[in-house]
């Protein structure tokens, strides 16, 4: 069974800082990757995927995610957060053939200092 | 359009009671799943449906846990009875159809068993 890793649990940043947050996914096969974000007392949300072609995808708000296959990686990154990216974000993998079925990582919480 | 709902919004129960939530998808959404998350934790799908019917229910506890989607609609998940560790936020959400759709989650159901 595939599994997904978030190893930031908990990120602080101040605003304008640059944000990578790292996910990591065990499947050999094709797989589909998603991002998806929670703000504070809101449902989860998609933030972006990625299914094939280009592996650096750009999604809403500013944020963007490179799939990496070699290193069986789809971080997310944002070149200068706001406050308002408060949010516990959680990445997702979806094999191929497993209909839509996902597997989300642990998530990570991140603050961001006004 | 409406988004998925769900209710009730919170419950506190005791052990070995039962419990039931409920959820409305997106109106012709065919796949509806049930997913929980416990407290810093990822979503774990427990039940996938399309239409009617059962897709996927391989990690839903079905010595205590059952769901159905009689008419291809709105779902029922019960719990019963209750054990401590079922405590959690209880997601709904559905998808137009299986394969590479994206998810739309509701606000969730929070249990507390006591």
């Known amino acids: 069974a595939q599994s997904v890793s978030q190893h930031n649990h908990h990120v602080i940043l101040s605003e304008a800082a640059s944000l990578e947050l790292g996910c990591n996914y065990s499947y050999g096969g094709t797989v589909n990757l998603f991002w998806y974000v929670q703000y504070p007392g809101q449902h989860l949300q998609l933030l972006l995927k990625y299914f094939s072609g280009d592996p650096l995808v750009k999604g809403i708000k500013g944020f963007e995610a490179e799939f990496i296959k070699s290193k069986f990686s789809f971080n997310l990154r944002k070149p200068s957060v706001q406050w308002s990216d408060t949010a516990e974000y959680f990445c997702a993998v979806k094999p191929n053939n497993a209909g839509n079925m996902l597997t989300f990582g642990g998530g990570t919480r991140l603050m961001v200092k006004p | 359009e409406a988004g998925v709902a769900q209710s009730p919004r919170y419950k506190i129960i005791e052990k070995r009671q039962s419990v039931a939530f409920w959820c409305n998808p997106i109106s012709g959404h065919a796949t509806l799943y049930w997913y929980q998350q416990i407290l810093g934790q990822g979503p774990k799908l427990l039940i996938q449906f399309q239409n009617n019917g059962v897709v996927d229910d391989s990690q839903l506890p079905k010595d205590r846990f059952s769901a159905e989607r009689l008419k291809g609609v709105d779902s029922t998940l019960k719990i019963q009875p209750a054990k401590l560790e079922d405590s959690a936020v209880y997601l709904c959400?559905?998808?137009?159809?299986?394969?590479?759709?994206?998810?739309?989650f509701g606000p969730g159901t929070r249990l507390t068993v006591t």
């Open positions: 959400a559905s998808s137009l159809n299986r394969g590479g759709y994206e998810q739309y």
